[in-house]
């Protein structure tokens, strides 16, 4: 007979992997569509979308050291649920952004959103789950958001096949209520028992989380990879296109199959990957990463028409290989390493270094691919390498039970585990 202790558990992990997969299929929707969703809302030109949707990214950016001080202060239990609230009440207010001014004040609040979504779901994670519990339920997160970017993509192309604003205008509709969905599901999650935050000390805060040179370390090694990350969206679709000759409708071919294979291995992987040391795995992944940077330089000198195609996609599954070593290790690193009562001023400084990537990259992969066919690949390379270096030298100075999950076991039974 199953303990009745063990199904608050279960509908806690049920209710968070739900709402991340509801909230990812807003993601789906919205990225893809961004700036046109925009433009036909609001007519604004692209150049002026451009500049406030950077300018709303940019002033997000700040806001996510104060993101961490409230998840530390009200849990990120509570921070997830009003980012979630705030990002439907940013698409729904869309369709009545009549000025400039009304379209950066939508824009800078949706950022918030978005940007602090993270950190605060991490945090969430960290609070219900320990040890190899809490691995599992960030593999599912990963897998189950890479499944729901890909509907809500789907979902976005179809409503591009709406006349008019009417399929832009639904989708404010859409977003702002899977955003408010989302939650609602987490608002049912139960709050943790002794979650509250312990006082700072003398050197609490963010002193603390900056003088700890093992998680800086991680963290910069994080936002050197992540660099990876981003060539699929920025760098690939160009290159393909233009340096290998394959067709503009196939160069989404390895975007759909990437997602396909992140959503259906992630959990499976981040099985495998989590049993040896998590600072080595995740570096082995960038080493992956670099292999098929390598070899997509390659790929306009050794293959030519249908070839080509055939070997953009074996390169492409290296790629994602590459992606599912290391996602799901480096994730459990930079929870693992938080220390409880500062938990989301460690994961906003982390989030950070995917966020400022993110940002800068545009500018530096678009240098590098008006440089030549082969500097982005090659620079690339050398920056994922100096990642998985660093990373490297971080397990010399993280704790065992950090780098390992098998080095310290749990003493009690996860808030979001069934009683075995």
């Known amino acids: 007979m199953r303990s009745t202790s063990a199904e608050p558990g279960v509908r806690t992990r049920r209710r968070l992997i739900t709402a991340s997969l509801v909230s990812s299929i807003g993601d789906g929707i919205y990225v893809p569509l961004t700036m046109l969703f925009v433009h036909s809302l609001t007519g604004l030109s692209l150049t002026s979308i451009g500049a406030g949707l950077t300018v709303a ?34 698409f729904a207010a869309y369709p009545f952004a009549d000025s400039y001014p009304a379209f950066l004040a939508i824009a800078l609040v949706v950022a918030v959103g978005m ?21 599992r339920l960030l593999a599912w997160d990963r897998s189950l958001r890479n499944a729901g970017m890909g509907f809500g993509s789907m979902a976005a192309a179809g409503m591009l096949a709406w006349n008019g604003s009417a399929g832009f205008t639904g989708a404010a509709v859409v977003l702002a209520t899977v955003f ?33 040179r093992p998680y800086l370390l991680i963290t910069t090694a994080n936002f050197l990879i992540a660099f990876g990350y981003t060539t699929q969206a920025i760098a690939l679709p160009i290159f393909l296109t233009r340096d290998v000759g394959i067709p503009d409708a196939l160069a989404g071919a390895v975007f759909a199959l990437n997602t396909a294979l992140v959503a259906a291995l992630g959990v499976p992987v981040a099985r495998l990957t989590l049993r040896g040391r998590r600072t080595r795995t995740a570096a082995s992944g960038a080493v992956i990463f670099a292999l098929s940077f390598a070899a997509f330089a390659a790929l306009p000198q050794l293959t030519s028409g249908a070839g080509a195609i055939v070997a953009v996609l074996a390169v492409a599954v290296l790629y994602t290989a590459g992606e599912l070593i290391h996602s799901a290790p480096s994730q459990s690193l930079s929870i693992q390493a938080a220390p409880d009562h500062l938990r989301g001023r460690y994961l906003s400084i982390y989030q950070l270094s995917w966020s400022v990537c993110r940002t800068i990259a545009p500018m530096l992969l678009g240098f590098l691919l008006d440089a030549g066919q082969w500097h982005v690949w090659t620079v690339l390379a050398l920056i994922v390498l100096t990642g998985a270096a660093i990373l490297l030298r971080a397990e010399q100075v993280l704790p065992a039970h950090v780098v390992s999950s098998t080095r310290k076991a749990t003493a009690t039974t996860p808030v979001g585990s069934p009683a075995r």
């Open 115 to 135: 940007w602090a979504s993270s950190p605060s779901q991490h945090a969430l994670i960290g609070e219900i789950a320990q040890g190899p519990e809490r691995d």
């Open 180 to 212: 408010a969905i989302a939650a609602v599901l987490v608002s049912r999650i139960p709050a943790v028992q002794g979650g509250a935050r312990a006082p700072e000390g003398p050197r609490g805060g963010y002193r603390q989380v900056l003088a700890d």
């Open 57 to 90: 990214g940019l002033c997000a950016l700040l806001f996510m050291p104060v993101a961490g001080i409230l998840i530390d202060r009200f849990s990120g239990r509570q921070v997830l649920i009003g980012v979630l609230a705030l990002r439907a009440a940013g």
